[in-house]
């Protein structure tokens, strides 16, 4: 099982890019890493997904080095609206009875004016 | 799409009681996932199933608690008998096997109380 580390909590201001950092050393081959966000009173939500690289799409960035160890979640420009609860996981596809999901304690950002 | 569905929204019972949770996935999404969030404990994955069938059950906490998926629309979650220490929020997701790589859909979840 791969597991992660992130950390607990950040801040940041309005208008600020934000950098959410995931620790996974032992990521396997066949492991995608997914970050979803979580408000509170609501299920977790999708953000973005990757492999390796860079993955970008409306919402955020995804930046993964080659040896795929970690990975960075990018959020541009944030607002009040992006405080939340930020979780990184890392699994192949659960289809798979070898694998699990574990959310982890996930990293609670809080945006300030 | 409606998106996934839980029922009740809210749940407060006695311990002793059965509690029963429920959950209609996405049409067309062939995986579901119950899973149990406490401030403590986080987000933990309780079962998931895969065109109907259990797969990986290892998460359920114990014999109390039980869960089926009758058929491609509806699945239940069960606590039987019901104790203070499963006062939660249960979330129900589904995700679809057909995608490259699954993204799952959460519900709003429910919120047990157990007194």
Redesign the interface.
């Known amino acids: 099982l791969a597991k992660t580390t992130q950390p607990i909590s950040m801040d940041s201001y309005e208008g600020q890019e934000v950098n959410i950092t995931c620790s996974h050393n032992n990521i396997a081959t066949n492991d995608?890493i997914?970050w979803?966000q979580q408000f509170p009173?609501?299920?977790?939500?999708?953000i973005i997904?990757g492999y390796k690289t860079k993955v970008t799409n409306e919402v955020a960035s995804l930046f993964i080095p080659a040896d795929r160890k970690s990975s960075t979640l990018s959020l541009p420009r944030v607002s009040l609206s992006d405080t939340a609860v930020y979780?990184c996981l890392v699994g192949d596809?659960?289809?798979s009875?070898a694998s699990?999901?574990?959310?982890?304690?996930?990293t609670r950002l809080s945006i300030r004016p | 799409d409606a998106g996934?569905i839980q029922s009740p929204r809210h749940e407060v019972t006695e311990m002793g009681q059965e509690v029963t949770l429920r959950c209609k996935p996405i049409s067309g999404h062939n995986?579901l996932?119950w899973?149990r969030q406490t401030m403590m404990r986080?987000?933990?994955?309780l079962i998931?199933f895969?065109n109907n069938v259990p797969?990986?059950d290892?998460?359920m906490p114990e014999d109390r608690f039980s869960a089926k998926m009758p058929n491609a629309s509806f699945s239940t979650l069960k606590i039987q008998p019901s104790e203070p220490r499963d006062s939660a929020v249960y979330?129900c997701?589904s995700?679809s096997?057909t995608a490259y790589?699954?993204?799952?859909?959460?519900?709003?979840?429910t919120r047990l109380l157990v007194l």
């Open positions: 995608y997914t979803y009173s609501q299920g977790p939500r999708f997904q979780y596809s659960p289809g009875s699990k999901i574990i959310f982890g304690s996930g | 996934v995986s996932f899973y986080g987000l933990e994955l998931y895969n797969i990986d290892s998460g979330f997701a995700s096997l790589q699954e993204t799952q859909y959460f519900g709003p979840g």
